[in-house]
């Protein structure tokens, strides 16, 4: 077999007998007048086997291109995204930081009230005592506050 590829020519187009020619008397120009099928330059001339695989390299050129225009997109996208999560990162840690301070603030704070607290019922225990030995003495003296004055 002779043929190469990118020929131009199918194998099946080759040698062999004519068509026979259809219609004949008045008929026959009407299937073999002017057509766009049967002009010569104007006419429709089939893709070469060539051309058609231009086409297909070019078509696969332009997906290649449109495919990397997508990646390039994807890749501006996804490091826009990380930068995003990378502050959301940092201002999680920073919120967990600051939680962390203002727990160990809020125990100091009550660690605090509670010494104030204990203070504060000593210093009532301490009144109370005081209270009631100046009630005994009252109750000792008959109802004055000063026994041996009267």
Known sequence: MTDQFGSGTPGWGRGGSRPQQRGSGEFRNRYEGQSYQNSGASGYNPPSYADQQTQHVE????THYEAEGTAAAVMSQMTTQRHQLQRAHDDVAGTRMKGEQAKRELDDLINKVRRKKRRLYAIIAMLGAVDALLFLRILQCGGSFFCGWH
């Open 59 to 62: 078509d696969a050129m332009k």
